[in-house]
T-cell receptor
Framework: ETGVTQSPTHLIKTRGQQVTLRCSSQSGHNTVSWYQQALGQGPQFIFQYYREEENGRGNFPPRFSGLQFPNYSSELNVNALELDDSALYLC?????????????FGPGTRLLVL | AQSVAQPEDQVNVAEGNPLTVKCTYSVSGNPYLFWYVQYPNRGLQFLLKYITGDNLVKGSYGFEAEFNKSQTSFHLKKPSALVSDSALYFCAVRDDTGRRALTFGSGTRLQVQP
């Protein structure tokens, strides 16, 4: 198991609502990335945070936003939820001495939008 | 832009037999390649990576992968499959834009029969 934790594990929302997902990075890791994994597909990159700044974004609309805190933990916020937002949301952390290339993933949050 | 192809949706192998899960990639510049495994209702677990050096990379749980630059392939192998290896396997390539995000393939389901 990695040291990356995510909460909650499961979440049910209705269309139009807003949701916040949380991630604690592995100790010593300063970079957090978020991925969306729809059913039957590979994960897709949403965005990445380094030292509290967003420094990379995938092909996701602005209603997907995030934060990173001084302890490197992170939040993913999704506004105006749509049915297609139903997915497993994965957080990954990397970094530390030497700026490690390997991303270590948390267990994910499964979001269902009704 | 970078891309990864996993041509097989599913691979079936008998326990004790060797297994291969195929991956080809496209990226500008030097490839940074990864294999992850996903068990049901779990996040992604890192297996191994190729950044530079020997073309045969050894990883966790007895897995290894062979990097072939001329064929742009990074196939995952194991000499003797276990039933417990049954899972979903993802190949990924690091972003070539500097974001260092991962682009994943669509995944290959490995089924090891007793």
């Amino acid at each position: 198991e990695t040291g990356v934790t995510q909460s909650p594990t499961h979440l049910i929302k209705t269309r139009g609502q807003q949701v916040t997902l949380r991630c604690s990075s592995q100790s010593g890791h300063n970079t957090v990335s978020w991925y969306q994994q729809a059913l039957g597909q590979g994960p897709q990159f949403i965005f990445q945070y380094y030292r509290e700044e967003e420094n990379g974004r995938g092909n996701f609309p602005p209603r997907f936003s995030g934060l990173q805190f001084p302890n490197y933990s992170s939040e993913l916020n999704v506004n105006a939820l749509e049915l297609d937002d139903s997915a497993l949301y994965l957080c990954a952390s990397r970094g530390g001495a030497g700026g490690g290339e390997t991303q270590y993933f948390g267990p994910g949050t499964r979001l269902l939008v009704l | 832009a970078q891309s990864v192809a996993q041509p097989e949706d599913q691979v079936n192998v008998a326990e004790g037999n060797p297994l291969t899960v195929k991956c080809t990639y496209s990226v500008s510049g030097n490839p940074y390649l990864f294999w992850y495994v996903q068990y049901p209702n779990r996040g992604l677990q890192f297996l191994l990576k190729y950044i530079t050096g020997d073309n045969l990379v050894k990883g966790s749980y007895g897995f290894e992968a062979e990097f072939n630059k001329s064929q742009t392939s990074f196939h995952l192998k194991k000499p003797s499959a276990l039933v417990s290896d049954s899972a979903l396997y993802f190949c990924a390539v690091r972003d070539d834009t500097g974001r260092r995000a991962l682009t994943f393939g669509s995944g290959t389901r490995l089924q090891v029969q007793p």
